[in-house]
């Protein structure tokens, strides 16, 4: 595993390296052991997948449309990455019951029947989207939006698409986990799809607007006015090529 | 509380209302009765985790604002919890913000004394709480205890902004 890289704003909250040379399952061993509390963000090429652990154990995870163990055995199969963690985050999901022990033995007996042949392979990445290209011209144009700090298109499965900057990634976990939270309050009160979701805070803003297929996530300057930079992102959405 | 959260929903557009301590416990709420407890318990619990890692984000946190195909969801933190309105689609913010920040101070009293007087029996059943306004810090008691479960860890809450 390389050095731990430490973002300058998330410093404090947790860190951040890459999993080439150590397994992912020698990282939730040792958070295990550890009795680690929190979210494990995992990224792979452009799928990103949530752990969450409590006292060690693993109560909860996603990636992309699946939850739980399925979610669990996915992102184990993965061949490498990067992780981030954030410790003490926590979830009300508890989609998971099992020991960390019995997930992990179960992920590598999946893994090997994988390999053998006995076993489908899961889907792959999704498939390159015809209207990409011209999506991925609009971010370009939103990240020139007075006010606008970064933004990044994902799809709804929470893959980002054409871009593998540091600053994408972080916005990419940052982004699922304010879609995760929407999603569950929309779902407690039947309020229907997700449209728009905006935290305001005292350092930056986290907008997020969704389409049919994407999930377009804008960190907003703390100065500026999330409710403008949103409206400026809908004309130019909205405007004639 | 029951008086500052009905004039919460006498802002056209807003559905109902209710308050939550800072482990994302009921403290009280005006809502329809087809949002039962449990409802409304699961709607707290999410947003006060969820909170944590969204202020990793964007530092203290303001504002949520949630819009969905079929409603809105707006919370608005308090310096020991938040208050979380239920809005149709069409609610007008600004005017809704207007009327949270009014009430805002009362709801703060009421919560800071629901914390204070919280810990000992936190399943315990309270008394319903009298609308007077000069009660609300003193009486202010859960009135959803079917959503406490175990206190939760925590490292942090939303400060007010």
């Known amino acids: ?241 | 509380m029951q008086t500052l959260l009905e004039n919460l929903n006498a802002v056209p557009g807003v559905v109902g209302s209710m308050i939550c301590d800072v482990e994302g416990r009921v403290v009280g709420h005006a809502f329809p009765a087809e949002f039962d407890d449990a409802v409304l318990a699961g709607a707290a619990a999410v947003l006060a985790d969820g909170s944590v890692g969204l202020q990793t984000v964007t530092g203290p946190i303001g504002l949520v604002d949630l819009r969905y195909g079929a409603a809105r969801v707006v919370a608005k933190p308090l310096s020991h919890g938040l208050v979380l309105l239920l809005c149709e689609k069409s609610v007008n913010l600004q005017r809704l913000l207007i009327e949270v920040a009014v009430a805002g101070k009362r709801l703060e009293r009421i919560a800071t004394a629901v914390e204070v007087a919280a810990p000992a029996e936190p399943d315990a059943a309270a008394p319903a709480e009298p609308d007077a306004a000069a009660g609300d810090a003193a009486g202010a008691a859960p009135e959803s205890p079917s959503g406490s479960g175990k206190p939760k860890k925590k490292t942090s809450w939303w400060p007010s902004v």
């Open chain 1, 1 to 241: 595993m390389g050095p731990p890289i430490r973002s300058p704003k998330d410093a404090s909250e947790g860190f951040e390296g890459a999993i080439v040379g150590l397994g992912l399952s020698d990282v939730i061993q040792l958070n295990g052991q550890n009795r680690f509390s929190g979210c494990i963000t995992v990224h792979f090429d452009i799928s990103t997948g949530l752990l969450f652990f409590r006292d060690g154990e693993i109560i909860h995870a996603e990636q992309g449309s699946r939850i739980g163990e399925q979610a669990f055995y996915e992102i184990m199969q993965w061949p490498g990455g990067r992780f981030s963690l954030q410790p003490n985050v926590t979830t009300t999901g508890h989609t998971i019951k099992r020991s960390v022990s019995y997930l992990l033995m179960e992920a590598h007996r999946l893994m090997d029947e994988r390999r053998s042949g006995r076993l489908e392979t899961p889907e792959g990445a999704p498939e390159e989207e015809p209207r990409r290209d011209r999506a991925m011209t609009i971010v370009d144009r939103i990240r020139q939006i007075p006010g606008a700090a970064y933004a990044v298109l994902l799809t709804k499965d929470g893959a980002r698409l054409g871009d593998d900057s540091f600053e994408a990634e972080s916005l990419e976990g940052k982004t699922a986990y304010l879609a995760m939270l929407a999603k569950r309050l929309g779902q407690a009160f039947g309020a229907g799809e997700v449209l728009a979701a905006t935290v305001q805070g005292t350092d930056q803003h986290l907008l997020l607007l969704a389409t049919k297929q994407h999930h377009l996530s804008v960190l907003v300057k703390g100065e500026s006015q999330p409710g403008l930079v949103e409206s400026e992102i809908r004309k130019l959405v909205a405007a004639p090529r």
